[in-house]
């Protein structure tokens, strides 16, 4: 065997190992079919706007109700930003907050809202995505909406 061959043959063989695939986690997250039942699901129980967001925090749907204020739209997907990112429901992470002097500039943060009303959503233990509910007569009404529409689709707020 040539020198020539042989440095050809190593090249290919390393070649090829160099473009196997890494074996990656497959992680669940929330489709546009789940998440246009959850949207179903709030406003048949309540009145509000409510946003869904998959696991990455992309906007999958938002719904908002007759006669309920443009203000409410932004505040429901920024309620679901906020239960995302913090794994939390947002109504508990804003009630910590106001309890950590160190906390108190996180409202200053653009995405981040601390009222109640978002949640985060768990199949299993896996967050899958999270939602935001405004304008259903305040923050503990919107919270009750949300986790009533994340049990009639058979998701949790926590992790189990």
Do not use: W
Request: hydrophobic share 40%.
């Amino acid at each position: 065997m040539s020198a020539k061959y042989l440095i050809a043959s190593l090249a290919i063989s390393f070649g090829t190992a160099a473009i196997a695939a890494p074996e990656l986690p497959r992680h669940a997250d929330l489709d546009l079919k789940t998440a246009r039942l959850l949207a179903d699901a709030t406003l048949e129980n309540c009145t509000g706007t409510v946003s869904v967001l998959d696991r990455g925090g992309n906007l999958l749907v938002t719904l908002r109700g007759d006669g309920i204020g443009p203000h409410n739209t932004v505040a429901s997907q920024r309620k679901a930003y906020t239960a995302l990112s913090t794994k939390t429901p947002t109504r508990l992470f804003a009630e910590r907050a106001r309890s950590n002097p160190e906390a108190a500039n996180l409202n200053t943060l653009d995405k981040l809202l601390l009222l109640g009303g978002g949640i985060p959503l768990f199949a299993g233990k896996e967050l899958v995505g999270a939602m935001g509910v405004a304008g259903s007569g305040g923050g503990e009404q919107d919270e009750k909406c949300a986790i009533k529409a994340a049990e009639i689709v058979g998701l949790s707020i926590n992790r189990t």
